[in-house]
């Protein structure tokens, strides 16, 4: 009876841990790409920094270009690069949150194996496919 129960307890456990990892990723990927859209507004924005106020700007609108004031593109620049800080420090958060719940998790795991012996050697001698 205890052996089902410890197996059961494994099975949620590892439930846990696979969903946490996969959310731990999915933040991952999404900071990457906040990472990214801030770096292209920071460049963009010293590009246009370069240029004098009466340069032409366009602005890529699909497959279409839109002559923009050179104040307009700065404004719209900083603002992207202001959304993504705070994007990415609220993703970090999130990280963070996840990191701790993948260590408690673990140390659920590793209680649960300490207590029972035999289910950590019926889990070692298992063939992954």
């Known amino acids: 009876m205890a052996d089902e129960a410890n197996r059961a307890a494994f099975r949620d456990i590892q439930g846990r841990m696979i969903e946490i990892t996969g959310k731990l990723k999915q933040v991952q990927n999404q900071m990457r790409n906040k990472e990214g ?74 209680e649960l194996l300490e207590q029972d012996p035999g289910l950590a050697r019926q889990i070692m001698s298992m063939t992954v496919m």
Do not use: C
């Open 37 to 110: 859209e801030k770096k292209r507004a920071f460049l963009t924005l010293e590009e246009l920094r370069q240029l004098s106020d009466d340069t032409n700007t366009y602005k890529s609108i699909g497959r279409t270009f839109v002559l923009e004031p050179k104040s307009v593109l700065m404004n719209e620049q900083e603002q992207k690069l202001k959304d993504s800080e705070t994007a990415i420090a609220s993703l970090q958060t999130s990280k963070e949150y996840l990191e701790k719940q993948m260590v408690e998790v673990e140390n659920n795991l590793k």
